[in-house]
């Protein structure tokens, strides 16, 4: 069974990525999906079960027709280094053609996908 308000309880924190997926992890989450096209996120638990939540992203720019793995790789770095924050982060990947990621956490990578098929694993390490 879900527990909503602990998976909530976990998102609404303001943490770093790395700190999100070691909560996330506790819970059984074994991966998301970010559906940029829909703006809904879909949690997937070990058990089988799901969850899906719509999100908001303010000033959303127009999704890009081609992909541009350059943009979404320095995208994924500024938030890295934390000169841009998650929505910030969200408009410039959709800017640069992403229309869906999945975060892997037992495979420790996120994929992000444009509209071709086109796509870039980035792996991470911690």
Same mark, same amino acid.
């Given at each position: 069974?879900?527990?909503?308000? #602990?998976?909530?309880?976990?998102?609404?924190? !303001? *943490?770093?990525?790395?700190? %999100?997926?070691?909560?996330?992890? $506790? /819970?059984?989450?074994?991966?998301?999906?970010?559906?940029?096209?829909?703006?809904?996120?879909?949690?997937?638990?070990?058990?089988?079960?799901?969850?899906?939540?719509?999100?908001?992203?303010?000033?959303?720019?127009? #999704?890009?027709?081609?992909?541009?793995?350059? !943009? *979404?790789?320095?995208?994924? %770095?500024?938030?890295?280094?934390? $000169? /841009?924050?998650?929505?910030?982060?969200?408009?410039?990947?959709?800017?640069?053609?992403?229309?869906?990621?999945?975060?892997?956490?037992?495979?420790?990578?996120?994929?992000?996908?444009?509209?071709?098929?086109?796509?870039?694993?980035?792996?991470?390490?911690?």
């Amino acid at each position: 069974m879900i527990d909503i308000n #602990l998976l909530k309880e976990c998102l609404n924190k !303001k *943490v770093s990525f790395p700190e %999100r997926i070691q909560n996330l992890s $506790k /819970i059984s989450i074994e991966r998301y999906d970010v559906d940029l096209m829909k703006l809904e996120i879909t949690y997937y638990f070990h058990s089988g079960e799901s969850y899906t939540e719509r999100m908001t992203i303010e000033n959303i720019p127009a #999704l890009a027709i081609n992909f541009d793995k350059v !943009k *979404v790789i320095e995208a994924i %770095r500024a938030n890295q280094q934390g $000169k /841009i924050d998650y929505q910030m982060f969200l408009r410039e990947i959709i800017a640069a053609g992403t229309v869906s990621y999945t975060v892997y956490l037992d495979g420790k990578k996120v994929i992000y996908v444009g509209r071709k098929g086109e796509s870039h694993t980035e792996n991470f390490h911690f």
